[in-house]
């Protein structure tokens, strides 16, 4: 088995900064320039954190069949995400629905990226070889950025995106 702390602890590097974006979002009141401006920077953060990390750990996990339901459940879990945020951006920051929603937002993103670190990421390891390591290292941050030059706001309401 490889070493597979590397990639880990650069992810879990992201799930940080996340962290403090949301605790950060939480202290704002209504349509701040501050609440817009983080929350703009949390989307971008999370839409090319989430678009890299199935480009880079995901596609490898999904080679793997002992890890592929939780690789499923995770990439569910992505697409929910975005479509949270995006209905989030169709809000009225003045309205107090808005920091409604975004507390239940964030309640779920901390459940998901703890759910990574405590359970996927220990499962994953078992099964990555300095192979997948490699592969992991050379598109990870090379798409993170790639897609947060991309990555922006799309206002959206959950009912909507059901359509």
Do not use: C
Request: aromatic content about 6%; proline content about 2%; glycine content about 2%.
């Amino acid at each position: 088995m490889a070493d597979t702390k590397e990639i880990f602890d650069r992810l879990k590097q992201d799930h940080d900064k996340h962290r403090e974006l949301l605790d950060k979002l939480l202290q704002t009141s209504g349509d701040s320039d501050e609440r817009e401006q983080l929350f703009e920077q949390l989307t971008k953060e999370l839409k090319s954190h989430a678009a890299a990390e199935e480009q880079a750990l995901y596609s490898t996990m999904l080679r793997k069949p002992p890890t592929t339901g939780e690789t499923r459940h995770s990439v569910a879990e992505h697409h929910e995400i975005e479509e949270a945020l995006n209905d989030l951006a169709a809000t009225d920051m003045s309205e107090g629905g808005w920091l409604t929603k975004f507390k239940t937002f964030d309640h779920d993103y901390r459940h998901h990226i703890d759910e990574e670190e405590e359970d996927h990421f220990p499962d994953f390891a078992n099964y990555l070889d300095e192979k997948d390591l490699e592969h992991m290292r050379s598109v990870f941050d090379r798409r993170k950025k790639e897609e947060m030059s991309e990555a922006e706001m799309t206002p959206e309401k959950k009912e909507d995106a059901k359509e």
